[in-house]
């Protein structure tokens, strides 16, 4: 039998590609039967890989030992149950003892430049995949894009749209399978701005004239389903909005209050009535582990509202001048930081709490772990963690709303330890603070940090469409991907984010074959089944479960 061993691409600071991009290259490599995976080193968002192979029907992965003292040919389980082997050679054979969870992992290098481009392609080849789901294009060149990682001079597979001012009538489109509110802006026209906006239902939304990448731009809040495209008209009458509260003091939109002392640090915050467990102002500056007191600090009042309420803070320190913008969105559940960094050193934020024992509740994108964060002699300077999409710190409870930290357009670097989190920060890093301990009428901190960090898609020349699909009872399935097959089938991703099983529905207008669960190389596992001719699809699933549905 011919050696198909295949190297997972993984950077020299420890880094794997976005999951996208993974998905896509196991796809690749499950079609032409390759049975294992081979990597020179540990990746620091590991625990996605047991459930990504499974997936793909991967045999195992060789890989080095992670640390004196492990055996040399061990199992590998995922949160779901999902299972690999892990071998010490090309030729190992299975067996060996079992392991669940974070592998331990020397991984602390900054991503690289190959990387962080891929990263951009991914967020641009979502919005074309969803698209062409609606239109019954192609989609993303996948190939090209696999590629692109060995030559990144190569041209991008992906391109981004310009936007055009032939009509006055705004189209607002939600590029993820998830029935939310969308934040959408479009570049303004010129004249005076209109009030509001509205739909074909009658329903109003306000709109806010604001200062974009590229000039001015109007932004709003519309409600939107899977991938739906509504035609909004301007209106000229005032809009009832947030409830705001906007000042060098105070950020408040109604849902999420946070008072700023003078240095421009964040006192307390209260989300949903409940406070966060802050044991200090934050996020607190630090270089090098000591934290950066600024010789002069400025707060100014950027937006307050009606659709966002934004502060800015300028601290200047002889090694370097550090911005901090703290948004706000109208009726948002989380405060979105934006940092600024102007330096050679390197720049962390700690968020301390009260809650200096027990486990930080980690996600990456396409698995979970929970991670010790109490002082140990094993980890003295914490828990440094790579490119994680959201973590949480704190049980909660009726007054205490946790801390949650969310990674919005790229995943963050973090270090965890004693009820501190550090966030590992560059010039332009974006993340938000939420409550970490979740209630069950509010999404998982995962479905959450997937919506907050892609925002709607606004343009002047497009075309209104319904929502293709709904699925209901899915508050915990996290939506990753979706897309059009090459054999002209609709397939999206779902990963389960809190460890419960459950039964979702799946109702898809003018459809009579049933939807199947599918592998990655497109084999069918399971086909959905239904009541009746009327009624929608069952689907399935269980704790941590990642799962394609094509139809």
Not at 115 to 137: K, P
Not at 329 to 338: D, T
Request: with cysteine; hydrophobic share 40%; charged share 20%.
């Amino acid at each position: 039998m011919a050696d198909k061993t295949v190297v997972l691409p993984i950077d020299d600071g420890g880094h794997l590609p976005p999951l996208p991009w993974l998905l896509r290259f196991l796809e690749l490599h499950a079609r032409t039967g390759t049975q294992r995976l081979q990597c020179a080193r540990w990746p620091g968002a590991n625990p996605i890989l047991p459930e990504l192979l499974s997936l793909a029907g991967i045999e195992g992965l060789v890989a080095p030992s992670p640390q004196r003292g492990w055996p040399r040919n061990w199992r590998w389980t995922a949160p779901s149950g999902a299972r690999t082997q892990v071998f010490a050679s090309a030729k190992g054979k299975g067996g060996g003892p079992d392991h669940a969870g974070l592998v331990p992992s020397k991984a602390e290098g900054q991503r690289s430049k190959a990387l962080a481009n891929l990263q951009r392609q991914c967020h641009l080849a979502r919005y074309e995949d969803a698209a062409a789901v609606l239109s019954g294009g192609t989609g993303v060149a996948w190939n090209l894009l696999i590629a692109s990682i060995d030559d990144p001079a190569s041209p991008p597979p992906v391109v981004a749209g310009r936007q055009s001012h032939n009509e006055a009538v705004i189209h607002a489109w939600n590029p993820l399978a998830l029935q939310r509110r969308c934040t959408v802006s479009v570049p303004a026209t010129p004249g005076l701005a209109p009030w509001g906006l509205r739909d074909a239902s009658g329903r109003s939304y306000p709109i806010q004239l604001a200062e974009g990448p590229l000039g001015r731009q109007f932004l709003s809040v519309v409600d939107l389903g899977p991938l739906e495209c509504r035609r909004l008209e301007p209106i000229d009458d005032p809009v009832p909005g947030a409830h705001w509260e906007v000042s060098k003091k105070v950020l408040d939109n109604g849902r999420v209050r946070a008072e700023i002392d003078a240095s421009g640090l964040i006192a307390r915050l209260c989300i949903d009535g409940r406070f966060l467990p802050l044991s200090a102002p934050m996020p607190r500056p630090q270089i090098d582990g000591h934290t950066l007191i600024p010789t002069d600090s400025t707060i100014s009042v950027l937006e307050d509202g009606p659709v966002r309420g934004r502060i800015l803070v300028t601290m200047e320190h002889p090694a370097g001048v550090l911005s901090l913008t703290y948004s706000l969105y109208a009726e948002e559940e989380l405060l979105r930081v934006g940092v600024s960094w102007r330096s050679e050193h390197g720049l962390e934020l700690e968020h301390a709490t009260a809650w200096r024992s027990g486990s930080a509740q980690v996600w990456w994108d396409g698995a979970g772990a929970d991670v010790e964060q109490a002082a140990s002699a094993l980890h003295p300077t914490g828990r440094h963690l790579l490119d994680i999409r959201c973590l949480s710190i704190g049980a909660g409870g009726a007054q205490d709303a946790g801390l949650g930290i969310i990674g919005l357009r790229s995943p963050l670097d973090t270090t965890v330890q004693s009820g501190r989190v550090r966030v590992h920060c560059t010039d332009g890093t974006n993340y938000a603070i939420a409550a970490g301990d979740r209630r069950p009428d509010q999404w998982s901190l995962p479905l959450l940090a997937l919506a907050a960090g892609e925002p709607g898609r606004g343009a002047f020349n497009a075309e209104a469409s319904a929502a293709p699909f709904s699925l209901h009872g899915a508050e915990n399935l996290v939506p990753v991907w979706i897309r059009r097959r090459g054999d002209g089938r609709t397939e999206l991703t779902l990963i389960e984010s809190t460890g419960k099983r459950g039964i979702a529905a799946l109702a898809i207008p003018g459809l009579e074959k049933a939807p199947a669960v599918i592998d990655l190389a497109g084999r069918p596992l399971a086909e959905l089944t239904r009541s009746g001719v009327t009624e929608p699809w069952e689907l399935r699933y269980h704790a941590h479960q990642m799962f394609i549905v094509a139809w």
